[in-house]
């Protein structure tokens, strides 16, 4: 007979008849979710994320993408250019009625604004959880089809903590799956496994891990191989989650649409995105994962909120949001243009995107009224932050 320790639970599995004499062994098998001094918190974080109506502004741009930015409205990239627009976002008034968090970049989170507050201070007051990025980045992956693997994971316990102490509450990583490139079996096994490992450090120095699996926009592919490659893929990130016993209750995702490549000849219309996206999560993600927050991924501020909305129309297992950047912020750079006399507008331009995907996750969203600036594309080729 042999005792087996499954969950909490103690099973006893009949082994056949047993001679006189044997010695009884026992197998503990680790098969239970964290459930640390962290666990009830980090619930009530992810939840607290996914309220009804908001969602998550990513403005943790890299130094140089933040840098690109500021050069195309004709800023230099100084720490004074990148502190000015960042306080900006963060003290807009009213903003935490349609934003429940906003993801930083580590400059970002230690500094102050120019009047001497702590930015983590000027969101708390707004309602807004910070988080924070904790990958290094994207590096070419040995012996693949020129694909990439993310790094970060060396010393990322220690950052979590010293993040949490500075007042995040959640993170983010980010790897990517290129459809283009194949993908080859190696380099979705990485991008699962490294968000995985991610995820069980982050959670266990008290910050939400934001899982993000991007499947890049690039290609000429339809919409039936992005689904394909979408639900390979995170069936994948799922199991090895599992494997490193990542509480899902716990836990955000932040997935691409399933949408056609950004080259494929045709498009698809809001109804067909939220059809085979909402069909790929149901096929690939537990119910008990408390909040889906979308990328926009190049797609056009219209566009992206359009498809928020349609995928609202129903109800879903989880809170269907958004985790917007260029979606949220490319309207707001075009009003500032770098000028203090702006301000003001820019953060009005900010709450009006903010309110329009608010809406969305509601699935109330009318696009009435939307300029044809909106509309315009933002898909780089090969973009990298």
């Not at 639900?231 to 932040?254: C, P, Q, R, S």
């Not at 949408?259 to 119910?287: F, I, N, Q």
């Not at 889906?292 to 879903?316: H, K």
Request: net charge neutral; aromatic share 8%.
């Amino acid at each position: 007979m042999a005792s087996v320790a499954l969950a909490g639970t103690t099973l006893v599995a009949k082994a056949g008849v047993a001679r006189q004499g044997r010695r009884r062994s026992s197998v503990n098998v680790n098969a239970a979710a964290y459930n640390g001094a962290y666990a009830e918190e980090l619930v009530a974080t992810a939840n607290k994320i996914a309220t009804p109506g908001k969602g998550i502004l990513a403005m943790d741009e890299s130094n140089a993408t933040c840098g690109k930015r500021l050069e195309s409205i004709g800023l230099e990239n100084t720490v004074e250019s990148r502190q000015a627009y960042r306080e900006l976002l963060v003290t807009t008034p009213g903003l935490g009625e349609y934003i429940s968090g906003a993801i930083l970049f580590e400059e970002t989170l230690f500094q102050d604004t120019r009047k001497g507050t702590s930015m983590v201070d000027e969101l708390n007051k707004n309602g807004i959880l910070p988080g924070i990025k904790v990958d290094k980045g994207l590096h070419p992956l040995a012996n693949s089809n020129g694909e990439s693997w993310c790094a970060g994971l060396d010393g990322l316990d220690q950052r979590c903590a010293d993040y949490y102490k500075q007042g995040a509450r959640f993170a983010k990583w980010r790897s990517v799956v290129s459809i283009p490139a194949g993908p080859t079996a190696i380099a979705v096994r990485d991008c699962a496994y490294g968000l995985a490992r991610y995820a069980a450090i982050a959670q266990n120095a008290g910050l939400v891990p934001i899982v993000e699996p991007e499947i890049l926009l690039d290609g000429e592919h339809d919409i039936d191989r992005t689904l394909e490659v979408a639900e390979m893929t995170w069936a994948e990130t799922f199991k090895y989650l599992a494997d490193n016993n990542v509480l899902f209750e716990g836990i955000l995702l932040k997935p691409s649409m399933v949408t056609p490549g950004a080259e494929h000849k045709k498009r698809s219309t809001p109804d067909e995105v939220a059809s085979y996206t909402l069909k790929m999560l149901r096929r690939r993600v537990p119910p008990a994962v408390p909040g889906i927050m979308f990328l926009s991924g190049g797609q056009s501020e219209l566009e992206s909120t359009l498809n928020l909305n349609a995928m609202n129309q129903s109800p879903n297992p989880w809170h269907v949001s958004f985790s917007y950047a260029r979606a949220l912020q490319n309207s707001v750079l075009k009003t500032w243009k770098g000028e203090e006399g702006n301000v003001q507008i820019a953060q009005e331009a900010l709450l009006k995107r903010a309110k329009a995907n608010s809406q969305a996750q509601l699935g109330k969203y009318d696009p009435a009224g939307e300029s044809s600036e909106a509309a315009k594309g933002m898909f780089e080729k090969g973009y990298t932050y």
